[in-house]
């Protein structure tokens, strides 16, 4: 690797780290933040998103990069007032795992993907998630979320503090080397 190469995967790397350490400075476990908005959804999750309109939050995961099924799935979350991310995505039957550091505030797995046996191809080589620190700044889950009539926008919270509104949806996207770099219209 020449050192122009290692300087720019580097300073990448420290941008990435330094955003996502900036959002988890933002968000406190959920067990410990107190909550201030209304009621959460008061109804279990619908099959799918396509099923007409959701009147509630409409939970996008999509493993991009990586195409595995195990992760993609899109559901309608009934819901009457701003919910936190994290019951709604509950709600609607994702299972996410933190880091072993930020147990609730970065997203590693979701639905159990990236499996920590999956060799992640990247421009640099091959990756293996081990979800103990930061992940990744070249693979990552990314929380992307739409205004009702929106476009979508990168969550500035995690998801232990983040709230989604009736009407938004809510994605979590995973992105290799910047691709996909934002979720699908």
Known sequence: ??????????????????????????????????????????????ASADNGPCTGVTVIVDSGALKQDAATTSVCV????????AKVLAEAKVKTEGT??????????????????????????????????????????AIWVKPSGGAWEYAQEGLATLQVKPGESLELLYSVDGEPAAPAA
């Open 1 to 46: 690797m020449t050192l122009p190469t290692l300087r720019t995967a580097a300073a990448s790397s420290l941008a990435a780290a330094g955003l996502l350490f900036s959002l988890a400075a933002c968000s406190a476990p959920a067990a410990t933040s107190p909550s201030s908005s209304a009621p959460a959804a008061s109804a279990s999750a619908s």
């Open 78 to 85: 009934p819901a009457d007032a701003a919910t936190p991310a």
């Open 100 to 141: 072993v550091q930020y147990p609730t505030e970065l997203v590693c797995r979701v639905n159990g993907v990236p499996a920590a046996d999956l060799e992640i191809k990247h421009k640099e080589g091959t990756y293996k998630e081990e979800c103990t620190g930061m992940p990744a700044a070249f693979a990552y889950w």
